[in-house]
């Protein structure tokens, strides 16, 4: 056998090993995302079988549209979701819809928060912002994207006002809830000072777009992202309680603690003088979390390695977030024990059903009664 021969087989190898290696990935993720797709139950969704939705017909139609919902990168606000159309979830021009059915000169309610206010888990129907309209008549828009931050809110807040050049907010009440996504996600050791939890993932694909057309970084990313989530995923289930431990580290870092409950506290600061200075009124919530206060949540099962050391997060922020905001020109309002006793309120360490969002619904339009 000539060595040309020998040398063109050598090479037809060797591209053939490069081709599988480099078509293995995006298949595989496609295949995967069309059984998915073809196979979707939403009895999948554990949370969709819990009896507080028992009285619900709409439950598994939520949660089925709840996994085709998809987001998009903008500048600023980082993500917010596409619109929408379905049975239980409606988004026009990243908002969901909330009940418009308000009386005429009634005051404006804008709601900011993250999936809690965005409202996970309910239909359109039962989100609080929606309840809130109905049980009050109040004109009320629901701002809420899964995932946010305060920091998220506030730039979501000064877009809309420049947007629609409003200058005037005195008939509008502002009401910020918070606490859950500062905590899950701005304890996690990879996140920056007011970094969100895509910050990592946006700088990685900017880095890789910026990198040479035809550089090796761009040619083998998709190989490497697919053996780094496969080495994660064996790494997460031989060592679970280990990696849960060094993810988090609000629980054993006092001066990452108090970084993080101040800058929440500092982003309402900032927010109250947005919204004030236009005339208007503003109220920061800390939201209610599963981990905090003494709710009834046996039946949630929440004892994995992951959750135990959630709770380390919250105890170590939470009494924070509440020392400082005390002491700040801020409306604000303790709500983090709003379920206390409630044994049909949570469907995971931090979402509630129809039943919670009445519960905390009354306790907010108290809270404005009383104002």
Same mark, same amino acid.
């Given at each position: 056998?000539?060595?040309?021969?020998?040398?063109?087989?050598?090479?037809?190898?060797?591209?053939?090993?490069?081709?599988?290696?480099?078509?293995?990935?995006?298949?595989?993720?496609?295949?995967?995302?069309?059984?998915?797709?073809?196979?979707?139950?939403?009895?999948?969704?554990?949370?969709?079988?819990?009896?507080?939705?028992?009285?619900?017909?709409?439950?598994?139609?939520?949660?089925?549209?709840?996994?085709?919902?998809?987001?998009?990168?903008?500048?600023?606000?980082?993500?917010?979701?596409?619109?929408?159309?379905?049975?239980?979830?409606?988004?026009?021009?990243?908002?969901?819809?909330?009940?418009?059915?308000?009386?005429?000169?009634?005051?404006?309610?804008?709601?900011?928060?993250?999936?809690?206010?965005?409202?996970?888990?309910?239909?359109?129907?039962?989100?609080?912002?929606?309840?809130?309209?109905?049980?009050?008549?109040?004109? #009320?828009?629901?701002? &809420?994207? *899964?995932?946010?931050?305060?920091? =998220?809110? $506030? @730039?979501?807040?000064?877009?809309?006002? %420049?947007?629609?050049?409003?200058?005037?907010?005195?008939?509008?009440?502002?009401?910020?809830?918070?606490?859950?996504?500062?905590?899950?996600?701005?304890?996690?050791?990879?996140?920056?000072?007011?970094?969100?939890?895509?910050?990592?993932?946006?700088?990685?694909?900017?880095?890789?777009?910026?990198?040479?057309?035809?550089?090796?970084?761009?040619?083998?990313?998709?190989?490497?992202?697919?053996?780094?989530?496969?080495?994660?995923?064996?790494?997460?289930?031989?060592?679970?309680?280990?990696?849960?431990?060094?993810?988090?580290?609000?629980?054993?870092?006092?001066?990452?603690?108090?970084?993080?409950?101040?800058?929440?506290?500092?982003?309402?600061?900032?927010?109250?003088?947005? #919204?004030?200075?236009? &005339?208007? *009124?503003?109220?920061?919530?800390? =939201?209610? $979390? @599963?981990?905090?206060?003494?709710?009834? %949540?046996?039946?949630?099962?929440?004892?994995?390695?992951?959750?135990?050391?959630?709770?380390?997060?919250?105890?170590?922020?939470?009494?924070?977030?509440?020392?400082?905001?005390?002491?700040?020109?801020?409306?604000?309002?303790?709500?983090?024990?709003?379920?206390?006793?409630?044994?049909?309120?949570?469907?995971?360490?931090?979402?509630?059903?129809?039943?919670?969002?009445?519960?905390?619904?009354?306790?907010?339009?108290?809270?404005?009664?009383?104002?």
């Amino acid at each position: 056998m000539s060595w040309i021969k020998v040398v063109s087989i050598n090479i037809a190898i060797t591209f053939s090993l490069l081709g599988f290696l480099l078509l293995t990935p995006p298949i595989l993720f496609y295949l995967s995302k069309s059984i998915e797709a073809l196979n979707f139950d939403a009895e999948t969704d554990k949370r969709s079988s819990l009896d507080l939705y028992l009285e619900h017909d709409w439950v598994n139609d939520h949660f089925a549209e709840y996994s085709q919902l998809s987001s998009t990168y903008y500048d600023f606000i980082t993500w917010r979701r596409d619109d929408f159309q379905g049975k239980t979830i409606n988004i026009n021009n990243g908002i969901r819809n909330t009940n418009k059915t308000y009386n005429q000169n009634s005051s404006k309610y804008w709601f900011f928060g993250g999936s809690t206010t965005w409202g996970t888990g309910v239909s359109d129907d039962f989100t609080y912002p929606s309840l809130f309209a109905k049980y009050t008549g109040h004109d #009320v828009t629901n701002f &809420g994207e *899964s995932g946010y931050i305060a920091r =998220q809110s $506030v @730039a979501y807040l000064s877009n809309y006002l %420049i947007r629609n050049n409003i200058q005037d907010l005195s008939d509008t009440n502002v009401i910020f809830y918070d606490g859950v996504n500062d905590v899950l996600q701005r304890c996690r050791h990879e996140i920056s000072s007011l970094g969100t939890g895509r910050e990592a993932q946006i700088q990685e694909i900017l880095f890789l777009n910026g990198a040479s057309k035809y550089g090796f970084s761009r040619l083998f990313s998709q190989l490497q992202d697919f053996l780094s989530s496969m080495l994660n995923k064996i790494f997460y289930n031989s060592t679970e309680a280990s990696y849960f431990k060094d993810q988090y580290i609000c629980s054993t870092d006092s001066t990452r603690s108090f970084e993080i409950a101040e800058s929440l506290v500092n982003t309402w600061q900032i927010a109250s003088d947005l #919204v004030r200075s236009r &005339g208007g *009124s503003f109220t920061a919530v800390l =939201q209610p $979390v @599963a981990f905090i206060g003494i709710p009834n %949540i046996a039946y949630l099962e929440i004892d994995s390695p992951n959750n135990i050391n959630l709770a380390a997060q919250y105890h170590a922020v939470y009494p924070l977030i509440i020392e400082i905001a005390k002491e700040r020109n801020i409306r604000f309002v303790n709500l983090s024990s709003a379920y206390d006793q409630c044994a049909n309120c949570y469907i995971d360490f931090c979402h509630v059903g129809p039943e919670g969002h009445k519960i905390l619904t009354r306790k907010l339009i108290s809270l404005f009664d009383k104002h």
